[in-house]
């Protein structure tokens, strides 16, 4: 158990210490990778909410992060033209600040995540799987055909969004803000997973029999987790937006679905640092492999292949040489 | 029949050409145990889950503390009070023995949507867990993850998760199966006290310990009730005999 | 609308269906044989048609080119049941999916790494080319109702094995009970690799007779491949009669939608608002579709309860 709290703070030391030598060495480049690894890890951690926590095995969270990164392109874009996004019956404007645009990219996507959620719990096992998957998909598709907010081309954004007292536009800057984001969701995830919630959801994963016939609501339960869940990817989603400072359809493709499950994957199932060791390797698989072969999916695609059959647990589970987390 | 605490009436359930309850129809009354017996397939399980809820009957009503609970979730019943062990352990095996009866208090308390305050650290909960535990004698593996329980461990916790919910009536299929001698002799004491607070409907296998348990014993065969009554009772039926006992003794 | 565009459009949509039913078809049998959720199924639609388009550039023969497509995707089918699927049969589902998944990651990678990332075009050969006049004198292309042969011969075909012949017994009896079968001396291991091997070929026809209409690229395969997840759900999992009226229901909803829809709001809304919201409406309907069927029926149409 201790272990794998070393682990964790390991890793998080590694990801300030990182980007703040690179802010000192002068490499914005190396900064942007791990603010891109930060904002991955979030979308992990909340996905391993229901898929680890839960077991809910969501392939449709790509909804959720693009819906987050829609929020800020369409309340930026609104802003940077000086267009209202609608007038009657009342006058809503668009925002270039950080804060608001988080806050609805969060409400947005816990909204779909509901609707979504309460469709898709009806089911289980691999029709879970694939309802989730073709929800997905049709965000995908409605982005592409609904020409308002560019369509298949997506919408750029000239400028970062602001936030109080900060220089967004300064790499480290921008890393600090996604990264106390993504502590302050680790705390209260945390918190959530040993909270009498987070026992009923893990028990019911275990086993939903046990959980009904204590008298909990499972598929409450489940959809509340799946709501939460999708809020905290949006809220990635609408980082991810402002780092590239563009927004397309291809933030709500399967790919992206398939990737967030991959952080969880490599970095370990149901740990609370798993998405986090995750994103962080795939960062750097995607930096040094992609420096090597134009092909590097194919690696990717082997090493992801090897560690599902033959290395259950992830990297943390490697590490601390425990398959399960316990209490972690 | 006002008094009963449970009453199934004339509950019906097929699976394709299988009558599996054919008209069943009995009733627990405070402060007794009522066994369930009869040979394997006869369709004990499957009545224990209509009765529970997982299961929904083709016709009938399952009456629960003056309440028609054939339309309630299973959730809800064992909210009502219905408290239930399986055949076959049903337990969040990764968890400690202490986290499964924690899950029955939070279940028990309805606080399965509080969200930030850490449940294995709530005085309320671990209180009302604990007390479970110590009564089933598993106070000691408290930090032992459920799956390095012995077979009869997972029985005792089994009941100790029901206790959890302090219920107006417990469902026990086979509670005994796989326990040792000594475990079943001690189990069977135990029920003989827990049904002073709560009635029993056991399913049970050990016929001795039926025998000893049991206030009234049903005979269910093929789906069917033959013969209910009290222990002498029932070992006279000529039915029995013949449908069941019978069959016990050849084996 | 003229009642012949409309007939058109139908055929256009029972094309569509049918092509689909060859993908659900397999997704469905290798799921209710085994157990098993397989993503990699559109890489088994690409490589059929990678290698009709590879074949046909050779010989300039499409039927040979057909041929190909089966033969490959059956092959490699095969050899990926063999090295990777049969590991993953007692895993539980998210296993099998995020396995199936790199499977994608390596096929489509390969696939660019050997062909390039350029499209092929698979031409459609000279004898199906052109258009037929049906009954009622419709007009419509030979290739494409080829195609809806093609698929309802499949069907024919595959209800055919899986309820007269003795290869189909043992598909019944190991959706039924594993043990069973093994006791009956089936080696099972062969027979999975079987089913695979022809899920596998019935993806790599699909892929190869759409490739002569679209274009032979990669990450052809997982749009359709997710399109048939929306057909078997629609359907109910394991069964093949759920597959193909899944199938014909999608492919006809998705078809008719895209015509009629934008034409449907033109009547009360402007010109060019009615075609923005009419095709973003369609992009979506299938899916509405099925969120109608999970309302209804969680387990699919033909499902199990
Ligand atoms: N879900 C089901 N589907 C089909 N048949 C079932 C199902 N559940 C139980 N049965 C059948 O119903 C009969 C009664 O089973 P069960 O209630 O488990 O018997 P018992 O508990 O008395 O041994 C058996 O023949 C069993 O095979
Ligand atoms: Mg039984």
Redesign the pocket.
Same mark, same amino acid.
């Given at each position: 158990m201790m272990r794998e709290r070393h682990i964790n703070m390991i890793i998080l030391a590694l990801l300030v210490l990182v980007p703040t030598y690179a802010h000192f060495a002068e490499e914005p480049f190396t900064i942007t990778l791990a603010t891109r690894a930060v904002i991955f890890a979030l979308a992990g951690v909340g996905l391993n909410l229901a898929l680890g926590q839960g077991g809910l095995v969501s392939f449709g969270h790509a909804a959720y992060f693009g819906m987050g990164g829609y929020a800020m392109g369409i309340l930026a874009s609104h802003a940077q033209n000086y267009e209202p996004i609608m007038e009657v019956p009342f006058l809503i404007e668009g925002t270039n600040s950080m804060p608001v645009i988080w806050l609805v990219a969060i409400v947005m996507s816990a909204l779909l995540a509901l609707l979504i959620g309460a469709l898709s719990l009806r089911t289980t096992g691999v029709y879970f799987i694939m309802v989730t998957l073709a929800f997905g998909q049709m965000f995908y598709y409605f982005t592409i055909s609904w020409p308002a907010y560019g369509g298949e081309d997506g919408l750029s954004i000239y400028v970062r969004n602001q936030f109080p007292g900060m220089n967004t536009l300064d790499p480290i800057q921008f890393f600090s803000i996604c990264f106390v984001l993504l502590c302050a969701v680790l705390f209260l995830v945390n918190r959530l997973n040993k909270s009498p919630f987070g026992l009923a959801l893990n028990g019911a994963h275990q086993n939903e029999e046990r959980a009904l016939t204590v008298g909990i609501n499972v598929y409450r339960v489940r959809l509340v987790a799946f709501v939460i869940s999708g809020a905290i990817t949006g809220l990635a989603g609408a980082l991810f937006a402002d780092l590239n400072r563009f927004v397309s359809p291809t933030m709500f493709s399967w790919q992206i679905s398939g990737e967030i499950m991959i952080f969880i994957i490599l970095g370990g199932v149901a740990r609370l640092f798993g998405p986090v060791a995750g994103a962080a390797l795939y960062i750097m698989l995607e930096h040094f492999l992609g420096g090597l072969s134009e092909y590097w999916f194919i690696y990717l695609g082997a090493i992801l292949l090897f560690v599902v059959l033959f290395a259950k647990g992830g990297i943390i589970g490697k590490l601390s040489r425990k398959e399960i987390s316990h209490d972690g | 029949m006002t008094d009963s605490i449970l009453t199934v009436s004339d509950i019906h359930k097929s699976?394709g050409a299988?009558k &599996?309850s054919d008209g069943i129809s009995l009733d627990l009354k405070p402060g007794e145990i009522h066994a369930l017996i !009869?040979p394997? !397939? &006869? !369709?004990?399980?499957?009545l224990i889950k209509q009765i529970a809820g997982g299961l929904k009957p083709d016709s009938g009503t399952v009456w629960f503390n003056g309440k028609d609970v054939t339309g309630v979730s299973t959730a809800e019943r064992a909210r009502l009070g219905l408290g239930r062990t399986f055949q076959i352990s049903a337990l969040a095996m990764d968890y400690t023995v202490l986290e499964n009866v924690v899950l029955g208090a939070v279940g028990q308390s309805g606080s399965a949507f509080s969200f930030f305050k850490p449940a294995m650290k709530d005085a309320a909960l671990l209180k009302r867990a604990r007390a479970a535990l110590e009564r089933v004698g598993l106070r000691k593996r408290e930090e032992t993850i459920t799956s390095e329980l012995s077979h009869g461990q997972r029985r005792q916790l089994e009941v100790a998760v029901a206790l959890t919910l302090s219920p107006k009536a417990f469902l026990m299929d086979e509670p005994m199966a796989g326990m040792g001698g000594e475990g079943s002799k001690a189990l069977t004491g135990f029920l003989q006290e827990l049904k002073k607070e709560a009635p029993i409907l056991l399913v049970e296998h050990d016929m001795d310990a039926v025998f000893a348990l049991a206030d009234r014993i049903s005979v269910l065969v093929y789906g069917k009730i033959i013969a209910t009554g009290n222990v002498d009772e029932v070992r006279s039926n000529p039915d029995v005999r013949v449908a069941y006992l019978g069959e016990e003794d050849a084996a | 609308m003229t009642t012949l565009l409309l007939i058109e459009q139908v055929l256009n949509g029972l094309q569509f269906g049918v092509m689909l039913f060859l993908m659900a078809a397999g997704l469905t049998l290798i799921f209710g044989v085994m157990g098993l959720i397989n993503l990699a199924h559109g890489s088994l639609y690409m490589i059929g048609a990678f290698a009709a388009a590879a074949v046909a550039g050779w010989t300039g023969n499409f039927f040979l080119a057909l041929v190909a497509s089966l033969i490959a995707a059956a092959i490699i089918g095969a050899l990926i049941e063999l090295t990777v699927i049969r590991r993953l049969y007692d895993r539980d589902h998210l296993e099998q999916v995020l396995a199936t998944f790199a499977l994608i990651l390596i096929f489509s990678e390969a696939t660019r790494w050997v062909f390039g990332s350029f499209p092929l075009f698979l031409n459609i050969p000279d004898v199906l080319n052109g258009t037929v006049t049906l009954p009622g004198g419709i007009q419509y292309s030979l290739y494409r109702l080829t195609i809806i042969l093609i698929g309802l011969a499949v069907a024919a075909g595959l209800f055919l094995l899986i309820s007269k012949t003795r290869v189909g017994m043992r598909i019944r009896a190991g959706e039924n009970d594993r043990e069973m079968i093994a006791a009956l001396g089936v080696d099972i291991s062969v027979l999975y690799t079987m089913v695979f091997a022809l899920g596998a070929a019935l993806a790599g026809l699909s892929g190869a007779l759409v490739g002569a209409i679209q274009s032979v690229e990669v990450g052809m395969g997982e749009p359709v491949l997710i399109l048939a997840f929306v057909v078997i759900v629609i359907g109910g999992i394991g069964s093949i009669k759920g597959a193909l009226a899944g199938a014909i229901l999608v492919g006809l909803t998705d078809t008719l939608g895209r015509t009629m829809l934008p034409v449907i709001f033109g009547t009360f809304m402007e010109p060019s608002a009615a075609t923005t919201v009419g095709s973003a409406l369609a992009s979506m309907l299938i899916y509405i579709l099925m969120a109608g069927v999970l309302l209804y029926k969680p387990t699919g149409l033909f499902g199990s309860t």
């Open positions: - | 699976f299988l &599996a !009869g394997n !397939g &006869a !369709g004990k399980s499957t | -």
